[in-house]
């Protein structure tokens, strides 16, 4: 666990399954990371998901044990278990979680929240999720098929968006745009829209079973993951 009193500044919570996680997520972190000069970001497998009722696919200590792998190689990632199961099984709150993070923080030290355009056109769905924004900017990444060119039509109800900004960081593309709620409330929210990055889980999962069973155990290999992850997968006889 990072120890975030210490060492971060500006952090980025970016949670999910990653059931596996993929390069797409590391490329999503990087971008994020290099657009925004954060300090840590927080790759935080999530226990329970609310609006996944079925849960993951592989356990949680499998998908820690894989993010950890995935992102070993990056010294400004962190695997964090703020988002581990709890008791009772309760689903995870990524606003509860947030709440958490900042508890953790010195004064000063900011939380942002890292998520693809597909959690954001499902945002609201997620408890309170009018809220989010206000409690950690959101970092949007966009990725094909997902065009976010009216994203107030998919924001929650409540919440207006303008003053557009572009930008380029760190040879990264990033939108600057101000989200308001009723009470007059003001956010910072950014898009980037350049990342290009079109990977799916599920076929991810589908492709590396049928790559187990016709490729002896330790020789295979998917493009798509890191090499370790797919060792973790074949040694563990996950998504068979």
Not at 126 to 140: C, S, Y
Request: proline residues 8%.
């Amino acid at each position: 666990m990072p120890d975030l009193a210490r060492k971060a500044q500006r952090i980025a919570f970016f949670g999910g399954s990653f059931d596996p996680p993929h390069r797409g997520h590391l490329a999503i972190a990087g971008a994020a990371q290099r657009a925004l000069h954060l300090d840590t970001v927080l790759f935080a497998p999530v226990g329970a998901q609310p609006l996944k009722p079925l849960g993951s696919t592989a356990s949680f200590d499998d998908r820690v044990a894989m993010t950890r792998l995935a992102i070993s190689g990056d010294p400004g990632f962190a695997l964090s278990l703020v988002d581990a199961p709890t008791p009772g099984r309760t689903p995870n709150f990524t606003i509860d979680t947030l709440a958490r993070l900042h508890a953790q923080l010195p004064a000063g030290g900011l939380v942002y929240c890292l998520m693809g355009a597909d959690s954001l056109l499902a945002l609201r769905r997620w408890h309170r999720g009018v809220e989010l924004p206000f409690v950690a900017p959101l970092i949007v990444a966009s990725r094909p098929g997902e065009v976010l060119a009216d994203l107030a039509a998919v924001l929650p109800p409540g919440l207006t968006l303008d003053k557009e900004c572009a930008s380029e960081s760190n040879n990264v593309e990033l939108r600057t745009y101000t989200l308001s709620n009723a009470s007059g409330a003001t956010a910072p929210f950014y898009l980037l829209p350049g990342l290009h990055i079109e990977i799916s889980a599920t076929a991810i999962r589908e492709e590396v079973h049928r790559e187990i069973v016709r490729i002896p155990a330790g020789e295979g290999h998917h493009s798509d993951l890191p090499d370790a992850v797919f060792d973790y997968i074949a040694a563990h006889n996950l998504y068979r």
